[in-house]
């Protein structure tokens, strides 16, 4: 069975940092293309990070520069750093992998930026 577990949310100051981990069990994330997620209340689920491959990232405009991904290949583990993060940051965020015809997708873990 696979398993996409995240954590590392939770409540920071604007411009100030989290980093977000996403545990794969069940399979290898290599297998597959493997992204970051997130979804604000009110909003649809918008891609922040895709992780394709082994070398490409692209980012959305909107974290550009602020947001940063890597991977580890012996945790099966990805990460999404977050810094100089604003309010308008604040959303679930997710981790997803599309491998085989197959999606999965985590729990979520909640980021709040606030004053």
């Known amino acids: 069975q696979v398993q996409l577990v995240e954590s590392g949310g939770g409540l920071v100051q604007p411009g100030g940092s989290l980093r977000l981990s996403c545990a794969v069990s069940?399979?290898?994330?290599?297998?597959?293309?493997m992204g970051w997620y997130r979804q604000a209340p009110g909003k649809e689920r918008e891609l922040v990070a895709p992780?394709?491959?082994?070398?490409?990232?692209n980012y959305a405009d909107s974290v550009k520069g602020r947001f940063s991904a890597s991977r580890d290949y012996y945790r099966n583990t990805v990460y999404l750093q977050m810094n100089n993060l604003k309010p308008e940051d604040t959303a679930v965020y997710y981790c997803?992998?599309?491998?085989?015809?197959?999606?999965?997708w985590g729990q979520g873990t909640q980021v709040t930026v606030s004053s």
């Open positions: 069940g399979r290898r994330f290599s297998d597959g293309t």
């Open positions: 997803n992998l599309q491998a085989d015809g197959w999606t999965y």
């Open positions: 992780v394709t491959g082994l070398r490409s990232t």
